[in-house]
């Protein structure tokens, strides 16, 4: 039986794939950094020869060139999609023979994009499983609007019929197997985060793609469309342009006085460090982003395309861990890195903030006023939120900093990653900031806040 074994990267919410017979491999959507896959294939004994790309990925910058040619495998990119490097190109229904045992087959399903390609290995005979890229995903299908609103429906009515030509085309036992679809801003609808796996005939009986007619799921579809990543718009063309490998060596030491000139320069000094380290000491103007969280996606998401940035961590490994994170969206290059604590990264005195819980605010509100902001996705406000709270999500917080009432203002968003972003980026503006550190679903209404729900009751359990 093929070995098949996913490759994750939780902070994108994607999965690579290597596939081995016991000798001979493959590889599908690689990450950018590629010594994983290299250091996987060597603890499995195997060679790999060929690598193959759903499509061109707008979330994260591929590393598939850079494997291919480390390795001297085969590279498969759709022959429609225009790419400025050499490539074997692959179209709807051609057959890759990968070794005696296995083969790759090439199915056409656009609707994440106009080329997309979904894969079914066989292991002799049988259709074993599918890589389905962004195409069918874990209860959801990848999302249609990444290539611009005037394209969004035709792409929607695509990504339906792509399903259904899945299934059609495969056994209900073959697996499926996406790229996206584990917390991925890629995903359209909400995919069953805590699945591991699927198979077409479970996909069958669950996925709205199959229990909806068209015109329904379409309209459902486009309806529940929200934000994405600001950076999606530089990957397709650096995809395209045919990434190298990147250079992980260690960043230049930044010292006081650097960090300090970064900082006046409003370039972005980013702490690494959790939330809880972040409240309890750090330096006046940085930004707080654990590295605890999905860091890659919302430095991509907040961060001025193409501004310098230095990295604050508690431990080289801290900030290794930040640069892998970092060259996976195509962030290079980075102005410097500085280890240890605060009180090594600065000469003036650490600043502090509260935290606290929405048990707290219940308490605080009936004594002083304080404003309430939400910075989740409007989407999430909508189904509930605290009442009277103001909400600005988080990708827009930069740009609506004077929407943010004055006075004391207590920051909130699901569990506290986005919160803690918000609050440190409010902080240095000059005013009294709490980070509500708290469960919004588990605890808010159990506070006994008063909740908006237009649409459904609270579940506080």
């Known amino acids: 039986m093929a070995s098949i074994i996913p490759i994750e990267t939780p902070s994108l919410g994607d999965r690579s794939y290597l596939v081995h017979d016991g000798t001979t491999a493959f590889v599908v959507d690689p990450q950018r950094d590629i010594d994983r896959v290299l250091d996987l294939a060597r603890a499995e004994g195997v060679s790999i020869t060929h690598v193959f790309e759903t499509h061109i990925h707008n979330d994260y910058v591929t590393g598939g060139l850079a494997l291919a040619r480390e390795v001297g495998a085969t590279y498969h990119v759709n022959g429609a999609d225009d790419v400025g490097y050499d490539r074997s190109a692959i179209s709807d229904g ?10 790759v087959r090439a199915i056409a399903t656009p609707g994440h994009t106009f080329t997309h390609l979904s894969y079914a290995v066989h292991d002799g005979e049988d259709a074993v499983g599918v890589f389905t890229g962004g195409s069918l995903l874990f209860g959801a299908t990848g999302r249609p609007d990444l290539l611009g609103p005037d394209h969004t429906e035709v792409l929607a009515r695509h990504q339906y019929a792509s399903a259904h030509r899945l299934v059609e085309a495969l056994p209900d036992s073959a697996q499926v197997l996406p790229t996206h679809g584990f917390g991925s801003f890629c995903s359209a609808g909400t995919t069953t985060d805590d699945r591991t796996e699927s198979t077409i005939g479970a996909e069958k009986r669950a996925n709205p793609a199959f229990t909806q007619s068209e015109e ?3 309209r459902e579809t486009l309806d529940g469309l929200d934000a994405y990543p600001a950076y999606y718009v530089h990957m397709a063309p650096v995809n395209a342009a045919g990434p190298v490998a990147p250079d992980l060596a260690p960043p230049a ?17 980013v702490d690494l460090r959790s939330r809880t380290a972040f409240t309890s000491g750090f330096v006046g103007g940085t930004v707080s982003m654990g590295i605890d969280g999905q860091f890659c996606t919302y430095v991509g998401w907040l961060m001025p395309w193409g501004t ?8 080289r490994e801290q900030v290794a861990e930040a640069q892998r994170e970092l060259v996976r969206i195509g962030v290079d290059q980075l102005a410097g890195a500085a280890t240890g604590s605060p009180t090594e990264w600065t000469d003036s005195p650490l600043r502090t903030q509260e935290r606290a819980g929405f048990a707290d605010l219940e308490q605080v509100r009936h004594h002083r006023p304080v404003t309430v902001l939400d910075v989740r996705r409007s989407s999430e406000f909508d189904e509930a939120h605290v009442e009277g709270a103001v909400n600005i ?10 929407d943010v009432p004055s006075g004391e203002v207590w920051v909130h968003c699901a569990t506290g990653y986005r919160a803690s972003i918000a609050a440190s980026v409010l902080a240095g503006q000059g005013g009294p900031v709490v980070l509500i550190d708290d469960d919004f679903e588990a605890k808010a209404a159990q506070s006994g806040l008063p909740i908006t729900q237009p649409e459904r009751a609270f579940d506080s359990a």
């Open 216 to 218: 329904e799921w379409v």
């Open 253 to 269: 030491r930044a010292d006081r006085d650097a960090i300090a000139r970064s900082i006046a320069a409003g370039d972005w000094v």
């Open 94 to 103: 051609d057959v890759v023979p990968v070794s005696d045992r296995l083969s």
């Open 393 to 402: 999500p988080i990708h827009e917080l930069l740009d609506r900093l004077r």
């Open 308 to 315: 310098p940035l230095t990295l604050l961590g508690e431990s």
